[in-house]
């Protein structure tokens, strides 16, 4: 009994430890790649900016974050109503389907989780449909929102997020490649039923899971 649970645990490190490999088996640099970074994605240097070409400019003071659909409690934040939620720091990895990546992204802002004891979600809202500034949209299951590095982010690395990066607020979803994450998010929606976003329409998968390659439908 604990001869095969040792085993099965080998195999499973031995799994893990793959990953870090290239399909051609060549092994990749060992520190930085093992367990981080996704089949088929490369680490990049700086921070690549990537969307449909418009930067809404939205002045702190105009800007809203409306919580709607189905909600115990819709509500709609200005930045000071945002800026008075718990604030919350996190590092993580970033994963653009494009094939990019970056490491050890530092993140302040306001944890969906949070959004969620305030806004209260009924038992039949299942999906979260969120909308920009940009009229971009993107969309995802409820229980992949509901995760603890889940974050509306005001800063990248201890500056307020830029404009080109999605400022004054974005979404960032750190377990699904980049394009889950709306920049100048505006609206986030309860959904009961499921609705496709921007590139979700047009070919990418619905789930965007980096570990799976998981990037066209
Ligand atoms: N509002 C908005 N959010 C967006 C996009 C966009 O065009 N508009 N592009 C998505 C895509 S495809 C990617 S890869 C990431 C890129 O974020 P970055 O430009 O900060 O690197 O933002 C995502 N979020
Ligand atoms: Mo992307």
Redesign the pocket.
């Known amino acids: 009994m604990e001869r095969n649970e040792k085993l099965i645990a080998k195999k499973e490190e031995w799994a893990k430890y793959k990953r870090g490999h290239t399909e051609d088996g060549v092994m990749q640099d060992h520190r930085q790649r093992h367990d981080r970074l996704p089949p088929g994605q490369h680490l990049t240097k700086g ?8 930067h809404p400019s939205i002045p702190l003071e105009q800007w809203t974050l409306q919580i709607s659909g189905l909600v115990e409690t819709p509500l709609t934040w200005n930045w000071q109503d945002f800026m008075a939620q718990p604030q919350v720091r996190l590092v993580t990895d ?1 994963h ?3 094939t990019w990546s970056t490491f050890d992204n530092a993140w302040e802002g306001v944890l969906f989780r949070h959004l969620m004891q305030i806004a209260r979600p009924l038992p039949e809202a299942r999906f979260v449909y969120f909308a ?3 009229n ?1 949209s ?1 969309n995802l299951p409820l229980e992949a929102c509901d995760d603890a590095d889940v974050l509306l982010t005001r800063t990248w690395n201890d500056q307020p997020l830029s404009q ?3 400022g004054p607020v ?1 979404v960032i979803i750190p377990k699904r ?9 505006k609206e986030i929606r309860f959904l009961e039923h499921d609705r496709p976003g ?2 979700e329409v047009r070919g990418y998968s619905n789930t965007a899971l980096p570990w799976d390659e998981d990037r066209y439908a």
Do not use: E, M, N, Q
Request: net charge neutral; proline share 3%.
């Open positions: 921070w690549p900016v990537l969307d449909l070409g418009i970033f653009c389907v494009t920009s500034y940009d971009y993107t080109d990066h999605g974005r490649y980049a394009w889950k994450g709306a920049k100048w998010v921007y590139w």
